[in-house]
């Protein structure tokens, strides 16, 4: 009947990563209280990929999922996340240690890092879609930005250089 199924008596957060979860009447039933976070993992022939309920909530980062198959009711919530990887260099080299940020369209940011010491930083999350009791919700991604600032040279007294840049995303 199920893949994975958490009861209502169950309070704790839960995490799953890099799993199939196949042919199932039910691929995941989460009625507990906790949060459970689903990565890198595809839903295939199930009748339904997920059910929510008692206020059960679930982020989905990466994989496979059918919206048509995900069902959330009372205040219960699925959330379907993309992750995104992102270098940033100047004149040929990565910079190290500069902040970048996903803004939305109305200039929020949705997440943030800091660039590791050959200009990546990795896995910044932003939301696609949701579910929740009142159904399906898409979200705009127009007007997504990625934003930094960072300092690429300073001789004390001399020279600053430092550069900005927003692109969309």
């Known amino acids: 009947y199920c893949g994975i199924k958490v009861l209502a008596s169950s309070t704790h957060d839960w995490e799953f990563d ?34 929510l309920s008692n206020g059960a909530t679930m982020d989905f980062l990466e994989g496979t999922v059918d919206a048509n ?3 959330a009711d009372d205040a219960s919530k699925f959330t379907r996340l993309r992750s995104l990887d992102v270098d940033i260099s ?22 943030s890092g800091t660039t590791d ?5 990795n896995d910044l999350t932003f939301v696609t ?3 929740d009791s009142s159904g399906q919700s898409t979200a705009n991604l127009a007007g997504y930005q990625l934003v930094t600032i960072a ?8 020279t600053i250089d430092i550069r900005y840049a927003m692109n969309g995303i």
Not at 29 to 50: E, P, R, Y
């Open 90 to 111: 100047a004149d040929g080299s990565g910079v190290a240690s500069a902040p970048v940020k996903i803004l939305d369209g109305d200039n929020k940011v949705i997440d």
């Open 151 to 158: 300092k690429i040279a300073y001789n004390s007294g001399s």
């Open 129 to 131: 879609w949701t579910v």
């Open 18 to 51: 890099a799993m199939t979860i196949d042919n199932n009447g039910v691929g995941v039933n989460h009625a507990g209280s906790g949060n459970m976070f689903i990565s890198n993992t595809d839903f295939n022939g199930n009748t339904d990929d997920v059910k």
């Open 117 to 121: 010491a050959t200009g990546e930083v």
């Open 69 to 71: 198959t995900v069902t």
